[in-house]
């Protein structure tokens, strides 16, 4: 069979419908994954290895810009999941395959669904529209172990 390169303007153009885009999505998003995995792991080594860097990296962290990195993260799991699973399902029942387009589309909404909310909570207090998720645990927990002041050190 020739294997020919055809260049991403001919596969914007393919008309592979819902499937095609699913496939894409699903690529992105494990390579994607990856990509984080093997960059979180070298940082969190840096705990050990370079305090200093890692307490940096922190403080980089705390840019709202991370919030929206951190939401595409999320997206991209949450959609290799559940997208990867309707693929194990589908390999699982060969006859699901002639219900491809639908069940595509009911793994969209499943994750359209888990999304509404997670941006909310996880967008709002960029904004101010609600408090950070776990603050108040946060700070009760390090007001217990050391005294308030370095608390609040933390969070600002
Ligand atoms: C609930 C967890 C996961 C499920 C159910 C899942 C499912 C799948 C399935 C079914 C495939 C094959 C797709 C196909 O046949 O077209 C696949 C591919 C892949 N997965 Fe996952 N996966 C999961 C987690 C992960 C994680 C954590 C990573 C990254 C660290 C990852 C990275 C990849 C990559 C890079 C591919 C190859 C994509 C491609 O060649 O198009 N997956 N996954």
């Given at each position: 069979?020739?294997?020919?390169?055809?260049?991403?303007?001919?596969?914007?153009?393919y008309?592979?419908?819902e499937?095609?885009w699913?496939w894409?999505?699903h690529?992105?998003t494990?390579?994607?994954?990856?990509?984080?995995?093997i960059?979180h792991?070298?940082?969190?080594a840096?705990v050990?290895?370079?305090?200093?860097?890692?307490d940096?990296?922190l403080q980089?962290y705390k840019?709202?810009f991370?919030?929206?990195?951190?939401?595409?993260?999320?997206?991209?799991?949450?959609?290799?999941?559940?997208?990867?699973s309707?693929?194990?399902?589908?390999d699982?029942?060969?006859?699901?395959?002639?219900r491809?387009?639908?069940?595509?589309?009911?793994?969209g909404?499943v994750?359209?669904?888990?999304?509404?909310?997670?941006t909310?909570?996880?967008?709002a207090?960029v904004f101010?529209?609600?408090?950070?998720?776990?603050?108040?645990?946060?700070?009760?927990r390090?007001?217990e172990r050391?005294?308030?002041?370095?608390?609040?050190?933390?969070?600002?």
């Open positions: 069979m020739e294997v020919r390169n055809r260049g991403l303007v001919t596969a914007l153009r008309r592979g419908r499937g095609m699913a894409l999505l690529r992105a494990g390579l994607g994954v990856l990509f984080f995995l960059i792991v070298i940082e969190t840096a050990v290895y370079s305090p200093e860097f890692y940096e990296a980089i840019n709202p991370f919030r929206f990195a951190e939401l595409l993260i999320f997206f991209s799991v949450l959609f290799h999941a559940v997208n990867g309707r693929i194990v399902i589908q699982f029942w060969p006859y699901l395959m002639e491809q387009r639908q069940l595509t589309w009911a793994a909404i994750v359209l669904l888990v999304m509404v909310p997670v909310w909570i996880m967008v207090p101010g529209l609600a408090e950070e998720p776990g603050l108040e645990r946060h700070l009760e390090c007001v050391t005294q308030a002041p370095a608390c609040l050190e933390v969070v600002e």
